[in-house]
């Protein structure tokens, strides 16, 4: 029990930490690295839940996945950050502000909020230790919730198609590579021996 | 209080004995690797490979180690040097680190979880941040573009390797590699899925960025790729994590197709011969392939290897997906 509070307490602390680094590096590369670091600790945390097919889908896709496309994006975009930063100073205010109120908001959700007589909070589902986490997971979402699973496939699928069309662009001579021509090319249709007298040219 | 905290301080020292049971042979395994690697191609080029270093050259692997740990250690002035040192200390424990939930017989295994085969799945997938973070950090253009294309490399590989992997776990109906192997006793599935079983050793070549598909370190075009400017152990890390590597992508196409320790009939001298040793042997078999690929086939033309990536392997794969759900449903196959 020690150890696993222990463990909670280090995690967290990186993870918060992480955060804070993440906006506070000056160099963009080392924020995402940052942000990265901070995806691992929150699986750390799913695991100590016992959620461990979260844990490991967090670290597939966004560690695996989209950390990766951010990488990518902020090594070959040209940015100049230090012109970027250099409105800071003016809108620090504004920033603080609307982090006073949300600090203000998540105060009085979790302190002062009383729900009604008679409503029903959403209560966590008791964990049978007959099914894994997996299957448990599988099963409300195939059977119960399968109509919502399916709206947000099609979601999905029509972000894919809206990316690869904002991307689309007609080019102009493009020369394709057609493999199986390629493939079935013969030397006779290409090459031609000729003999060809000295001095004559072809 | 004191009895807890022994309990702990016991239980820490057998995990860390068994890490060390595991880690110390596999190290062991990849100086050999090595060494099988030069031999093999050797034999396959009508050449002898390493003969001067011992008797048959045995030693070769320790007199390499030695001249890399005691070369200088250069670190480029215009490196970022945090991520420079980083790069190769993280893909080396991640190539140890798959390991933990790799089972080498029945019970066998440091971490017996649930979600075996996604574990494995996020190790190879981080596999990419030690590539493109030492070609970033190198600050050189060769080792930029060689980190570019193993990522995207790895990333396009990753797909179908995932699909291929659906498709075991359908037939087994588990997540967990012990579960996966006992249900291949009587029949290992590279023998239903044998079309899936050959384009899963295509991706792990890929995936392991080796030949055929080496274009991250492709020596005409990029010098060496992303590790151009490493020298000394942090090449020599960048080396083992990659040969570490090919043998745990090894162990995954056994435990997944191969029926991991199982033997191949269970008959009388079949299944006298201890589970860890099958397992074994069919890493080796697997490896074999590696090294065979690699002295027989030219390496890919980057615009290929992706079309291959894309437009063959991951519709394939998700066909088998489909046909293999379709057919475990009509015939009422699926475990439960």
């Known amino acids: ?202 | 209080m004191g009895e807890p905290l022994l309990d702990a301080v016991l239980r820490i020292l057998i995990i860390v004995g068994q890490i060390l049971l595991v880690v110390v042979p596999l190290l062991l395994a990849v100086a050999y690797l090595t060494y099988a690697e030069r031999k093999v191609i050797g034999a396959m080029q009508l050449r002898q490979g390493p003969m001067t270093v011992g008797p048959f050259g045995l030693l070769q692997p320790l007199a390499d180690g030695a001249k890399l740990f005691l070369k200088e250690t250069v670190i480029p002035a215009t490196s970022n040097k945090v991520v420079f040192i980083l790069a190769p200390m993280i893909t080396f424990t991640l190539a140890m680190i798959g390991w933990a939930v790799i089972p080498m017989g029945a019970g066998l295994v440091i971490s017996d979880i649930n979600v075996g085969v996604l574990y494995l799945l996020a190790v190879s997938s981080l596999g990419v941040y030690g590539i493109i973070m030492a070609g970033w950090a190198s600050n050189s253009r060769y080792a930029f573009l060689g980190a570019l294309r193993s990522s995207a490399q790895m990333i396009s590989y990753e797909i179908s390797i995932g699909l291929i992997i659906v498709t075991v776990l359908l037939c087994a109906g588990s997540l967990n590699l012990s579960t996966i192997v006992e249900a291949q006793r009587g029949l290992w599935y590279f023998i239903p899925h044998f079309p899936m079983f050959m384009l899963f050793l295509a991706s792990i070549l890929a995936e392991t960025n080796r030949h055929p598909f080496d274009l991250p370190e492709d020596e005409a075009t990029l010098v060496t790729g992303y590790n151009v400017e490493y020298s000394s152990m942090a090449f020599a890390l960048f080396f083992l994590g990659e040969y570490a590597n090919m043998i745990l992508m090894s162990a995954i196409a056994s435990i997944l197709f191969l029926g991991g320790w199982l033997p191949p009939f269970d008959i009388a001298p079949l299944n006298w011969v201890p589970g860890p040793i099958w397992f074994i042997l069919k890493i080796c078999l697997v490896l074999f392939v590696f090294i065979w690929a690699r002295a027989t086939l030219p390496r890919y033309r980057y615009d290929q290897l992706m079309r291959l990536g894309w437009k063959v392997f991951l519709p394939l794969s998700l066909l088998w997906v489909v046909l293999t759900s379709g057919f475990l449903v009509a015939f009422d196959l699926l475990p439960n």
């Open chain 1, 1 to 202: 029990m020690t150890i696993e509070l222990a463990l909670f307490y280090l995690l967290s602390a990186v993870t918060v930490g992480c955060a804070v680094m993440v906006i506070a590096s000056r160099n963009p590369v080392h924020s995402v690295l940052f942000l990265i670091l901070a995806f691992f600790n929150s699986a750390g945390l799913f695991l100590l839940l016992g959620a461990e097919f979260l844990a490991m889908i967090l670290v597939v896709v966004y560690v695996g996945a989209v950390a990766v496309l951010f990488l990518f994006v902020v090594m070959m975009l040209d940015v100049n950050f230090r012109r970027l930063r250099e409105g800071a100073r003016l809108y620090w205010p504004i920033g603080a502000l609307v982090g006073v109120i949300l600090l203000a908001e998540l105060i009085l959700v979790t302190g002062g909020w009383a729900f009604a007589g008679g409503f029903q909070t959403a209560a966590p589902i008791p964990s049978d230790p007959s099914v894994t986490n997996t299957e448990a997971l599988g099963r409300v979402l195939y059977t119960d919730y399968v109509y919502l699973f399916q709206i947000a496939g099609v979601i999905l699928l029509v972000a894919i198609i809206g990316a690869i069309m904002l991307t689309l662009r007609p080019r102009g001579a493009l020369r394709r590579q057609d493999i199986a021509q390629q493939v079935h090319r013969r030397p006779q249709d290409t090459v031609e021996l000729r003999k060809v007298d000295t001095g004559a040219g072809v």
